[in-house]
């Protein structure tokens, strides 16, 4: 049996409801609620940036949690999101900048990070938050050759991965409270699949209503496992040579780090 403890909990509380996908508009704006106070990576990828020239590109950016603090950088960041509502909360937190802080241009796009053409060139594109993995070895070959096609002479790609390889079965829980004036919690779990490959990722967003019934609403994504030496083989059959490799350290470093590629 693989089912996962939270996908048990999910089924239980919502009379077995299937969940919607993570990325999906509701699931959009739940991540940005467990995602915007979130500040892992930022530190380290900041510091990474200062040492390239040029635009800024950010795959998968979501709602701007890394593509709104790299603005401090003084440089033009172009963000990238499939999801339409990531993208409408990102142009909606840019806006609302104080006008000192949008003298710096971004741009959203909806798009496809497997298959994209921006038509120019950038110093530095960063692909955050281990969303490398959610692509499977034959869209990440996709992806890498549209890096390839948007990276500046002398530019790097970030790219966020884990420290060690996940195990089979393992499972990990975290439970974070929602802002906002309802009182609301998100459940949070992450499960390797017993093929080692894969992994389900739940999150489960609970509170009562305004007539004081439970209200749960279930999300889930289905992501890609590798290893960082994988990830490494694969950029460099794609043109690429690992130029760094940065240990994110302190309580929000959750075994990740950010691997640092040129052409
Ligand atoms: C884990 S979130 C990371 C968001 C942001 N980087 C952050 O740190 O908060 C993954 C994001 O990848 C986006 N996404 C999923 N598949 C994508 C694809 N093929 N191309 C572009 N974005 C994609 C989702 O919509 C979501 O916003």
Wanted: glycine content about 10%; overall charge negative; hydrophobic content about 40%.
């Amino acid at each position: 049996m693989n089912e996962s403890a939270s996908s048990r909990l999910a089924a239980i509380l919502t009379g077995g409801e299937a969940p919607a996908d993570l990325y999906s508009v509701e699931g959009s704006r739940l991540y940005e609620r467990f995602a915007e106070f979130d500040d892992s990576e930022q530190r380290e990828l900041l510091r990474r940036l200062t040492a390239t020239k040029g635009d800024i590109l950010e795959l998968a950016c979501g709602g701007g949690r890394l593509a709104l603090p790299f603005l401090a950088l003084g440089r033009p960041v172009v963000g990238i999101d499939l999801s339409e509502e990531m993208i409408r909360i990102l142009q909606d937190r840019y806006d609302r900048l104080p006008r000192s802080r949008r003298r710096v241009p971004l741009t959203a796009v909806v798009g496809d990070m497997r298959d994209f053409d921006l038509g120019r060139l950038f110093g530095a594109i960063v692909l955050a938050t281990t969303s490398v993995f959610l692509l499977d070895i034959s869209d990440r070959q996709q992806l890498f050759a549209a890096v390839r096609r948007h990276l500046a002479p002398g530019g790097m790609f970030f790219v966020t991965v884990y420290e060690s390889s996940l195990e089979a079965g393992s499972t990990s829980t975290r439970l974070v409270p929602l802002a906002g004036e309802v009182p609301a919690v998100a459940l949070l779990s992450d499960q390797v699949r017993e093929d080692g490959r894969t992994r389900e990722v739940t999150a489960l967003q609970i509170s009562r209503d305004g007539d004081g019934v439970l209200d749960v609403a279930t999300f889930s994504s289905v992501v890609h496992t590798a290893s960082k030496e994988e990830i490494d083989e694969e950029l460099e059959l794609a043109g690429f040579t690992r130029s760094e490799s940065i240990a994110l350290t302190g309580a929000d470093a959750g075994g990740l780090r950010i691997r640092g590629y040129s052409l």
